[in-house]
């Protein structure tokens, strides 16, 4: 049961951090200054950062005895 609940927050965790993180890419501005190109991140890391938790704690319940 365990690894069950492990795998599936494992798998949740993985796909949050793929679709945030390629969202995250997605809202970036950039602009040039001087011949410089400048690159602004407008996104929001903190669904990112909640994905990465949820991923960490199902590998953690995966793999506990």
Do not use: H, N
């Not at 049961?1 to 798998?11: A, D, H, N, P």
Request: with cysteine; hydrophobic share 50%.
């Amino acid at each position: 049961m365990k690894q069950t609940v492990g795998s599936i927050l494992c798998v949740g965790g993985l796909i949050g951090v793929l679709f945030f993180g390629y969202q995250y890419l997605e809202d970036s501005e950039s602009f040039s200054i001087l011949g410089a190109d400048i690159a602004v991140s407008t996104g929001d890391y903190v669904p990112i950062l909640i994905s990465i938790i949820v991923l960490v704690v199902g590998l953690v319940i995966y793999r506990s005895k």
